[in-house]
Nanobody, 125 residues
Framework: QVQLVESGGGSVQAGGSLILSCTSS???????MGWYRQAPGKEREGVAC???????TYADSVKGRFTISRDSAKNILHLRMNNLEPEDAAVYYC????????????????????WGQGTQVTVSS
């Protein structure tokens, strides 16, 4: 069973920055990796996703502020979050899969093959 482990969450003030990371336990390259988030009382939503060809998709709410990147050789995923807003506060989850890019390209939570346990991001105003 492939495991995804997130790190880098924490508490920041509005306008601050954080970098999240996700590592995997598989030696095989994960073709699609992404970030999702879930705030209390809300559904899990896609934030950003990146394919093996490093083409990326972003949610409109984070465009221009968040940057997703990956080290494909090591299956490490990052999310640089700048100019954080209180609305960005949530548990952030790493998602990944070997095939079937539909969930990634659409930032859909349906069909995501692998999930991490999540890391908390808190943003104070």
């Amino acid at each position: 069973q492939v495991q995804l482990v997130e790190s880098g969450g924490g508490s920041v003030q509005a306008g601050g920055s954080l970098i999240l990371s996700c590592t995997s336990s598989t030696p095989h390259e994960l073709n699609y990796m992404g970030w999702y988030r879930q705030a209390p009382g809300k559904e899990r939503e896609g934030v950003a996703c990146i394919g093996r060809d490093v083409s990326a998709t972003y949610a409109d709410s984070v465009k221009g502020r968040f940057t997703i990147s990956r080290d494909s050789a090591k299956n490490i995923l990052h999310l640089r979050m700048n100019n954080l807003e209180p609305e960005d506060a949530a548990v952030y989850y790493c998602a990944a899969g070997f095939t079937a890019p539909g969930w990634c390209r659409a930032l859909s939570r349906q069909g995501v093959p692998l999930w991490g346990q999540g890391t908390q991001v808190t943003v104070s105003s």
